[in-house]
Nanobody, 123 residues
């Protein structure tokens, strides 16, 4: 009932930049948090950056100073600006959103994931 659509992945050279977008749609009452997670080949999924509804942010140490998470509340969209990309940033990036959905007068928590978008950093 809550869908996330990601875009912006692709192939970039080391030192380059990329901006990921994730738009949430459906019967959304409120979004508590949105964020980005990534999974490299042979590794477990890890947090890259998250943002709560109050605007607090959390970044993985490996991306601090290079990645910036932002949001557009009117569009229920979260972005991840990635600068100074490194080869070890190569991964599938997944958008995540948590909050409360509704159906008529019924409300329920949701925890939704996007389909993932590939980011490859290579020369």
């Amino acid at each position: 009932q809550v869908q996330l659509v990601e875009s912006g992945g692709g192939l970039v050279q080391p030192g380059g930049s990329l901006r990921l977008s994730c738009a949430a749609s459906g019967r959304i009452f409120s979004i508590n948090a949105m964020g980005w997670y990534r999974q490299a080949p042979g590794k477990q999924r890890e947090l890259a950056a998250t943002m709560t509804s109050g605007g607090s942010m959390n970044y993985a140490d490996s991306v601090k100073g290079r990645f910036t998470i932002s949001r557009d509340n009117a569009k229920n969209t979260v972005y991840l600006q990635m600068n100074s990309l490194k080869s070890d940033d190569t991964a599938v990036y997944y958008c995540n959103a948590r909050g409360i959905s509704y159906s008529g007068s019924y409300y329920a928590d949701f925890d939704s994931w996007g389909q993932g978008t590939q980011v490859t950093v290579s020369s």
